[in-house]
C-alpha cells in the first residue's frame, strides 16, 4: 500500500501522476494482479496493489508534488469475505491463498 499526501491543493496533480507515471512503471511487472488508485480529503492519494510474486516499488513522485514523504506498507491478505464470495480465504481475481495476495515496499508507519 502506497500513501501519499499532496502538496496543498496538488491532490490532482499527484493523482494524475499516478496513473500517467507511476501506474505505467508498476504494469507488466510480473506477479501484479490489480492495482487501484484512492483520493481522500486533505489531497491525500492511496494505490493499493495484489501481486503473486515479489512486489516491485511504486516510483517516487516529484518532490514539488508532496508535501511529506510517502508512506509505504506491506500487508499479506489473511481472510477476504465479499457478497461474490462469502466466507472465502482465496483471492476472487487469482484464487490465490492469503501467502500470496501481497503489496509492495514497506516502510515507515504513518506519524
Request: proline content about 13%.
Amino acid at each position: 500500500m502506497w500513501e501519499a499526501r499532496a502538496a496543498d491543493g496538488r491532490g490532482a496533480e499527484l493523482s494524475a501522476w499516478v496513473r500517467e507515471v507511476a501506474l505505467p512503471a508498476l504494469r507488466g511487472s510480473a506477479g501484479l494482479v490489480r492495482a487501484e488508485l484512492f483520493g481522500a480529503p486533505g489531497d491525500r492519494v492511496l494505490l493499493i496493489t495484489w501481486w503473486t510474486a515479489e512486489p516491485v516499488p511504486v516510483p517516487e513522485p516529484p518532490a514539488a508534488l508532496i508535501g511529506r514523504p510517502v508512506h509505504r506498507w506491506s500487508f499479506a491478505s489473511e481472510h477476504l469475505e465479499s457478497s461474490e464470495h462469502p466466507e472465502s480465504s482465496e483471492h476472487p481475481e487469482t484464487g490465490a491463498g492469503p501467502e500470496t495476495c501481497a503489496n509492495p515496499a514497506s516502510g515507515p508507519d504513518p506519524e
